[in-house]
């Protein structure tokens, strides 16, 4: 039912920023709750922010906390990613997701029904 197609990633040097998009197609993003989860190579891909669809409940990864702002537009039907204090760990494909059912398990990836074709982020030291 959903159509997404990530942006926004590159190669910086640590320390620098990053933001990510995530354009949705259809009419009824607003009511799909939303995730971004990254993979490094050789590596389980691994939860990093969830947003509601409302927008009220978000929840970060400790890894990314303080660092990373998980955001959403619904009139634009876009999801952000504002990644601060980029470091070489974050060196990963960045993916959103959505999914209609508002899981509760939203840190895992099979709770979720659609998937981005990935952004690739690398990091320097």
């Known amino acids: 039912q959903v159509q997404l197609v990530e942006s926004g990633g590159g190669l910086v040097q640590a320390g620098d920023s990053l933001r990510l998009s995530c354009a949705a197609s259809?009419?009824?993003?607003?009511?799909?709750?939303m995730g971004w989860f990254r993979q490094a190579p050789g590596k389980e891909r691994e939860f990093v922010a969830f947003i509601s669809w409302s927008g009220g409940w978000i929840t970060y990864a400790d890894s990314v906390k303080g660092r990373f702002t998980i955001s959403r537009d619904n009139v634009k039907n876009t999801a952000y990613l504002q990644m601060n204090s980029l470091q070489p760990a974050d060196t990963a494909v960045y993916y959103c997701?959505?999914?209609?059912?508002?899981?509760?398990?939203?840190?895992?990836?099979?709770?979720?029904?659609?998937w981005g074709q990935g952004t690739q982020v690398t990091v320097s030291s």
């Open positions: 997701a959505a999914t209609g059912k508002s899981p509760q398990a939203m840190t895992i990836a099979a709770s979720y029904d659609y």
């Open positions: 259809g009419r009824t993003f607003s009511n799909y709750d």
